[in-house]
């Protein structure tokens, strides 16, 4: 079967879900191959739990530069494999890294770039959703398929695979042209999941009305295990910091459930979460643009209804 | 001196419908008001800076259709001095590597270029990969989502921003970087800026005048292409409640309903 390789996402020595959902979406186009680039010692530890999602092989480029430098040993190390391993397809996640990653191999390889997938088809189709879900496409790649696929799209499964270790000699990096990490400072995210990973988010917007009050949201996405996600309006009234901000300047996310408390709804948000599975709304206004695409909606005061939610949560949860 | 080449694109305004075109799957670019993508004008806005801190040249690059004028006189009139707009037929649906050849071969035709700045990611495609590509083609460290930066003498230092978290970079120029949305506020054009960017010279170059070769561009040549375009049948609504003090209640039942919860 052909081989396809799969760029393992990690991070502070912990594997990220998405390197399973990426393994699992290239498993519809050949027998995936775990791309492990990252200081020496990075990959022993993830070898087993790479095999239990189907990985044959496990290539691991390893060095000091390889962590010191942004994107391009990653670079290197896949554009090095595409020459010696043929693979069918190179596959990462569509993280801003992984994108960036791509795209530079689809200039160094000459592939063709199929970015933020949300699905991969055994035919070599790859499913996109764009403007925000407005729109669903299908896209093909001429030569060497080079697939981002969007953190969430894909459900992980778990396969067996033999997890063969084999090593890759990285060149020497060039220091006129990468870019040196100096310092890192990893986001400090408490206990709740990432949002665009996230199986529920609960987000707030405008109604919210101040930055204290968030805290109702906060309660519910915990009772949740949720996600809390801020429309821009919330972000921009200072209730709410813009890295949880959901929209078409903000993340694109798709959970199971969306909870939009206090959301208008308008098509920059919407563009950020319509393609969420389930949506559940909470506005005062009944006229809120929100209620056109929720599945459910409740027309009232959402600092009576959210607590009350909570308090459901809790109890069906103990 | 710095010399800082900035690139911008013209967009479908976010606050409008956007469609693909029926018949190639291409952006329908006259369905929707088009503007200066609002990451660009912060691109625009930190070349600025860097600018005004010592001295420098800030030229716009954009390549686009005709009507990609009118972000490249937004760019001028805030207060950059010059702009090559890259216009030809032959472009229309080119892909991003196409896209990437097309920026490098313009960023070749200004001289002596230290910086690259462009935006992070547009909000029509959303490849968010042109700006790493484009180092991958010019040969120079790429420091991209960066939220700050600074330039002093040679080196470039920057605070890059995602998902994972700040990740500091350091660099030598030449460079090329992307700019987020938290970078800066971008200054509103004055009145004087607007007349004079009219007097602002502006080169338009067809690929042929780049040295980019026809056969290498355009929806034809793309390396990956739309088979398949369907709007998504829009979303209707579900069942909608007044709150008469059970509105809580009646969202957890339909979430058991629904074996959510």
Known sequence: MAEVLVLVDHLNGELKKTTFEALTAARELGEPSAVVVGAPGTAGKFKEQLGSYGAAKVYVAESEDAANYLVTPKVDALAKLVEQASPAAVIVTASAEGKEVSGRLAIRVGGGLVYDAVGVNSDGTVEQSVFGGAYSVKSKAKGLPIISVRPGAVEAAQAEGAAAEESVELPAVDAAKAAKITGVEPVVGGDRPELTEATIVVSGGRGVGSAEKFEVVEKLADSLGAAVGASRAAVDSGYYPAQFQVGQTGKTVSPQLYVALGISGAIQHRAGMQTSKTIVAVNKDPEAPIFEIADFGVVGDLFNVAPQLTDEVTKRKS | ?261
């Open chain 2, 1 to 261: 001196m710095t010399n800082i080449v900035v690139l911008v694109k013209q967009v479908p305004d976010t606050y409008s419908e956007r469609k693909l075109s029926d018949d190639d799957y291409t952006l329908d670019r006259e369905s929707a008001d088009a503007v200066l993508d609002e990451i660009n004008e912060k691109a625009v806005e930190e070349a600025l800076k860097i600018k005004e801190a010592g001295e420098g040249e800030v030229t716009v690059i954009s390549v686009g259709p005709d009507r990609a004028t009118d972000a490249i006189r937004k760019a001028l009139s805030m207060g950059a001095d010059k702009a090559i707009h890259v216009s030809d037929e032959a472009l229309r649906g080119s892909d991003a590597v196409a896209t990437a050849k097309v920026l490098a071969a313009a960023v070749g035709k200004v001289e002596g270029v230290d910086l690259v700045i462009a935006g992070n990611e547009a909000s029509d495609g959303r490849a968010g990969a042109v700006p790493a590509m484009l180092a991958e083609l010019l040969g120079v460290p790429q420091l991209t989502q960066v939220r700050s930066l600074t330039v002093e003498g040679g080196t470039i230092k920057a605070d890059r921003e995602t998902d994972d978290g700040l990740t500091h970079l350091e660099a030598s120029l030449p460079a090329l970087v992307s700019v987020t949305e938290k970078i800066n506020e971008p200054r509103y054009p004055s009145f004087k800026g607007i007349m004079a960017a009219k007097k602002k010279p502006v080169e338009t170059l067809t690929i042929g005048d780049l040295g980019v070769d026809a056969g290498a561009v355009g929806l034809g040549n793309a390396l990956s292409t739309v088979v398949e375009a369907a709007p998504k049948p829009p979303r209707t609504a579900g069942e909608r409640v007044e709150d008469e003090g059970d509105g809580g209640s009646k969202i957890a039942e339909y979430l058991v309903g629904q074996k959510i919860i």
